[in-house]
């Protein structure tokens, strides 16, 4: 049983240039996470999907979008990059409210 | 707003010595508590989970106690080995009507010294 994977692993952008994300869940699991790390701090929560809608966020700008397709997978845009969306973004899945598990992550480097 | 603060930011400790990671929380109403564990440049490994109804669990040389009272969270690990060097992090769920996000402390980077 494959656990949550992301794509692609590292991505070098340039600031202004916009980045998409992508994640698919767990086998069985209905709703995606998506979050922040940046260096030496913990994830901060950016959005969740379920039922291909986004059921809560996090205080982030509508730069930061996010798309559930039916097969339950889903995709992170960022628009117009800063310099400070440089971070590990990480996508979780879960089947509800229960347990969430992590994918390995997106390494976005802004230059 | 919940706020999630750990303590110690780092520890360095030796081969087989038994160690207590703290975690605080600031609003008792959660759903549960998770314990992570995450290695350099990494995602996240789910430890323990624990249900705002228990107290604690335990996996292995895990032990994790809950005290939501007082807004606590203690995970202990025993006997320790350098394979455990990595930073450990909690993440609270709130009850909250829809929705299921984790608020997540900063962690605290544990280094285990053969």
């Known amino acids: 049983d494959a656990g949550v994977t992301q794509s692609p692993t590292h991505l070098i952008k340039t600031r202004g240039q916009q980045v998409t994300l992508r994640c698919s869940p767990k086998?069985?699991?209905?709703?995606v996470s998506w979050y922040q790390q940046a260096l030496g701090q913990g994830p901060q929560f950016i959005f969740q999907?379920?039922?291909?809608?986004?059921?809560q966020r996090g205080n982030f700008p509508d730069r930061f979008s996010g798309h559930q397709f039916p097969n339950y997978s889903s995709e992170l845009n960022v628009n117009a990059l800063l310099l400070g969306d440089s971070a590990l973004y990480l996508c979780?899945?879960?089947?509800?409210?229960?347990?969430?598990?992590f994918g390995p992550g997106t390494r976005l480097t802004v230059t | 707003k919940q706020e999630v603060t750990q303590i110690p930011a780092a520890l360095s400790v030796p081969e087989g010595e038994n160690l207590v990671l703290n975690c605080s929380f600031t609003?008792?109403?959660?759903?549960?508590l998770q314990w992570f564990r995450q290695d350099p440049g990494k995602g996240l490994t789910s430890l323990l989970l624990?249900?705002?109804?228990?107290r604690e669990q335990t996996s292995g040389r895990l032990n994790a106690s809950l005290d939501k009272s007082s807004g606590r969270s203690t995970l202990y690990i025993a006997a320790s080995q350098p394979g455990d060097s990595a930073t450990y992090l909690c993440?609270?769920?709130?009850?909250?009507?829809?929705?299921?996000?984790?608020?997540f402390g900063e962690g605290t980077q544990l280094t285990v010294n053969p």
């Open positions: 999907y379920y039922e291909e809608e986004e059921r």
């Open positions: 609003d008792s109403a959660i759903y549960n």
């Open positions: 993440a609270v769920k709130l009850q909250e009507t829809s929705g299921s996000r984790l608020t």
């Open positions: 979780a899945s879960s089947l509800g409210v229960i347990e969430q598990y």
């Open positions: 624990i249900q705002s109804s228990q």
């Open positions: 086998s069985g699991h209905d709703t």
